[in-house]
């Protein structure tokens, strides 16, 4: 599996939400209130998708561009071309 990182961060994400409050609590007590609001925004992504139970290798590995449905997808041959008419 090329995407061991993801698939760690998918197995301990509490363990990943805790270190982030940690890091943006002594960010926002160095009053780095930028960096501890990005940190905090971590966290809220992560529980986010948690409590949704969506994984986070779908959502890097997915391929966005394929077809949901080849069904979907016309024949060749089966849409007749536009013709434009001549404006008088």
Do not use: C, N, Y
């Amino acid at each position: 599996m090329g995407h061991k990182v993801l698939l760690h961060v998918r197995e301990h994400t509490w363990l990943w939400v805790a270190g982030f409050a940690a890091l943006g609590a002594i960010m926002a007590v160095l009053r780095l209130a930028t960096p501890a609001a990005f940190s905090f925004m971590v966290i809220g992504v992560l529980i986010m998708l948690k409590s949704q139970g969506t994984d986070l290798l779908s959502i890097i590995a997915a391929d966005p561009l394929a077809p949901d449905d080849e069904a979907e997808v016309p024949e060749a041959g089966t849409v007749a071309p536009r013709v434009q008419e001549p404006v008088p």
